[in-house]
């Protein structure tokens, strides 16, 4: 009887997670419209056909707050920035997440800055956008929770325009600086970085 109760208390226990699971990444019955758009708009797979040059300013610069009808034209958007990886993590969700800035510290400290995610739909099906490889492409400050020596490389990262609403608003890490704005690339699609030789950005192909 005991083993009965406990197996029955684990699926409801599972069942319970999966719908909340499902709530938080706007999948569940209940999901609003604004929650299954940022959900679609994280799991694009198509390439943009272009890409219009932007600045830090005006990516954040883009409307906070703003009804689902303000922002989903702009995320049909997709921009090209050119900056540094200042910090390059492994997301719950699978993401590699790249806090990126326009701007580096002399004492490689790190500054406010714009996130751009490289989801699993891009970096899973490739041999060359694995986090170690970019980890050593992008020469971050910190890794992981690991900090790094050495300048990190001029990169350029292109892709869709997304406004991550759930997360605008909310504190930093301890000991990290705030995002510029909500606003990111993501996916990312296109990555860049500055090679010295030829004096031109070269592609990081996947």
Known sequence: MILRVAAAASVALGAVTLLLYLGDIGKAPWSDAASRHLRDMK??????????PATFATVAAHPRFAPLATCAPLERGAVTLEGYVQRITRAPDGDIHLDFADTLEADHGLVPYL??????????????????????????VWSGTSRHDGPPVRTRLSGWLLYDYPYDGEQPTFGFPPH???????????????????????????
């Open 43 to 52: 799991e694009r797979t198509t390439p943009p056909s272009a890409y219009a």
């Open 115 to 140: 996130s751009c995610e490289i989801t699993p739909q891009w970096h899973l099906a490739s041999q060359r956008w694995r986090y170690e490889r970019l980890v050593a492409l992008f020469r971050p």
């Open 180 to 206: 510029l704005a909500m606003w990111e690339i993501h996916p990312v699609t296109r990555i860049e970085t500055w090679d010295g030789a030829s004096r031109r950005f070269v592609e990081f192909p996947r």
